[in-house]
Every structure is written in structure tokens, then in C-alpha cells.
């Protein structure tokens, strides 16, 4: 999938969970893509679901509800290792506005999604995506290890031992300091 060449974000491509998570990244005040409308529409395009859902104020009302849910979520498993009662209960909210349907398809087993409303087809892929990463391992889930940083994702590495969102951004960033730090003094 080719990210929409409008998205300003310093890290896309991230699983479907944290990417919304990192429509927020740092600056002066903290950078939001989610804005308004049109950005959730460049978030909508840069994950390939701008042909199925509508870039509206009912879907942006529901995707900054799922942004906050999956937040405290990732939040709750910073802190303590599990979902609190608070991040299951967003997660659910979210969750409740849909539901996969298995057909029996032409050509085998087919999985489709069912929503309340086309508002909350994204919201729910969301959700849906951080389960599927929690069940691959909560671990995996990372904040940038760089203390200007605010951005996600998932560790995808062999040895589990990613710090970094970019390394060729903030890894060097914290090589450039550590360095620096030891030739000063």
C-alpha cells in the first residue's frame, strides 16, 4: 500500500492500531493529523480505506473515540503489562459497532466486516487490529525509546530489542547525544 503523498507524518506504514495512534507526533504543540476532516481523510487514503469509508465528522468523531481508546490501551500496557478495566471498556465501546462475518464464499472461507454504520468501519478495523497485535505478543508494542518522540510501533525484529521508531532519525539522535555527552565530559 502506497502511503498518500499529502500525509505529512514522520512514521506511516505502521499495523492499522498504531498508525491512528501516530497520527499525533511531536512538535510545538504535538502535531495532529486528525484535525479535522481532510486529514482524516489523508489517514483514510494512506491505509487503503478511503474506496470503503467516508472522511465525515461522524467518522472522525468515531475514529478520535477509537485514537483515545487504543491510547489508554497502549497506555495500560506501558504501566502495568495488561489492559485495565478502562481500556477494555473503550476497546469494547469501539468493538460493539461491529462484528466479523465468516460466508462461505466461491472460492472457500470469507471474512467480512459488518458495522452499525460506515463511520465506524474504520474505527472498528482499528480495534480489531490492536487484538490481533496483543495476541502476537503485548511486548511487540512499543513507544519510541527517544524522549522527544511520541510515536508507535509494532516490534517486529527477531530478538524483540527495537528502541527505535526510525533509527536513521532518532537512533542517530540519541548516538549524536550519547556521544557528544562523553567528548564534553
Known amino acids: 500500500m502506497t502511503p498518500d503523498p499529502r500525509d505529512p507524518r514522520p512514521l506511516i506504514g505502521e499495523p492499522l492500531a498504531l498508525d491512528l495512534l501516530n497520527t499525533r507526533w511531536a512538535g510545538t ?10 486529514g482524516y ?11 470503503r469509508c467516508t472522511a465525515d465528522e461522524a467518522g472522525l468523531a468515531a475514529i478520535l473515540q477509537t485514537r483515545e481508546a487504543i491510547g489508554l ?22 468493538l460493539d459497532h461491529g462484528r466479523l462475518r465468516r460466508t462461505a464464499g466461491p472460492g ?3 471474512d467480512r466486516t459488518e ?17 490481533a497485535l496483543l495476541a502476537q505478543g503485548a511486548p511487540r508494542l512499543k513507544q ?4 522527544a518522540c511520541i510515536l508507535h510501533f509494532f516490534d517486529a525484529s527477531q530478538n524483540g ?9 532518532c537512533g542517530n539522535r540519541a548516538k549524536a547525544a550519547r556521544h ?4 564534553k565530559g
Not at 490501551?73 to 469501539?94: C, H, T, Y
Not at 458495522?115 to 487484538?131: F, K
Not at 519510541?144 to 524522549?147: G, N, P, Q, V
Open 161 to 169: 530489542k527495537r528502541r527505535w521508531c526510525r533509527m536513521a532519525v
Open 144 to 147: 519510541c525509546a527517544h524522549e
Open 180 to 183: 557528544y555527552g562523553r567528548a
Open 108 to 110: 472457500g472461507p470469507e
Open 115 to 131: 458495522t452499525d454504520g460506515p463511520q465506524w468501519l474504520a474505527p472498528w478495523l482499528a480495534a480489531d487490529d490492536l487484538l
Open 41 to 51: 481523510g489523508i489517514w483514510l487514503s494512506s491505509n487503503g480505506l478511503d474506496g
Open 73 to 94: 490501551a497502549f497506555q495500560d500496557l506501558q504501566d502495568q503489562g495488561e489492559l485495565g478495566p478502562g481500556a477494555r471498556s473503550g476497546l469494547d465501546a469501539v
Open 29 to 38: 504543540p504535538v502535531n495532529d493529523l486528525l484535525d479535522g476532516v481532510q
